[in-house]
């Protein structure tokens, strides 16, 4: 299918785009450029989202029924379709995750520590940035080290309410970020099960083989017994060797 061919063609390229919007971004927001450098950078940023954008049309085009590849796939819309709101293009770093799980998934399985850190660390920093980007000029946020720590608190749900969003566009990523922590909770805590009844599963089936091959050996001692009982009662028959 050449949908899912060019997916695997461009899930690497795409995260390394992932990459380089979010050096550009946290550039930009944490060093609050003015100037020739925020010229630099939103352009580095304009050039990763026009990616995305062909990403998005290219898949588009590809697939089988399009219609209904469009109405399954609103949020990859979303993703592209939100420059205006500049906090909210951290959503392109969705590709990110993505591709971490799917990686996990294939090369190390059963080490959640390596998904659960990286998408934490991931979600913790992008919040960060939004919330700094998005409330630093009304709010109370305005350093990058009280971003990361609201980050923090809300991803755990604790919500100390030291640190409170007062932008719309603020609260929005609130949202995002507390629906995050939840999902990613919900797919750790899901992972590590699938994880402990495979590893009983197997334990299982090794006890199940162990306890076969006890058996298995049991019943050839019984039979080797049994035929030396029988040889045994053959020689007291024969005459030629009467019973005692």
């Not at 409170?164 to 909770?185: C, Q």
């Amino acid at each position: 299918m050449k949908l899912a061919r060019w997916r695997k063609q461009t899930e690497w390229p795409l995260a390394a785009v992932a990459v380089v919007f979010l050096i550009a971004y946290s550039w930009e927001v944490i060093a609050d450029l003015e100037g020739p450098h925020a010229v630099i950078a939103e352009t580095v940023i304009n050039v990763t989202w026009a990616v995305f954008v062909l990403d998005y049309l290219v898949q588009l085009v590809l697939a089988e029924r399009r219609w209904r590849w469009f109405r399954t796939h609103l949020f990859d819309l979303a993703v592209v379709a939100l420059p205006a709101l500049r906090p909210l293009r951290l959503l392109r770093l969705v590709t990110l995750l993505a591709v971490l799980h799917r990686t996990t998934n294939r090369f190390f399985r059963g080490r959640i520590v390596i998904y659960a850190a990286g998408a934490s660390l991931l979600l913790i920093y992008v919040a960060a940035l939004a919330e700094l980007d998005a409330e630093r000029s009304e709010g109370t946020i305005t350093n990058f080290a009280a971003a990361i720590w609201w980050a923090c608190v809300t991803m755990s749900t604790v919500g100390y309410g030291d640190y409170v969003p007062v932008t719309i566009v603020g609260r929005l990523v609130a949202i995002g970020v507390m629906i995050g922590g939840i999902a990613l909770i919900g797919v750790i805590t899901a992972t590590l099960a699938s994880w402990i009844v495979e590893r009983v599963a197997a334990s299982d089936r090794d006890e199940q083989q162990e306890t076969r091959s006890d058996l298995q050996d049991l019943a050839d001692q019984v039979a080797a017994l049994r035929e030396e009982v029988r040889a045994n009662f053959a020689n007291k028959e024969d005459p030629e060797h009467p019973s005692r």
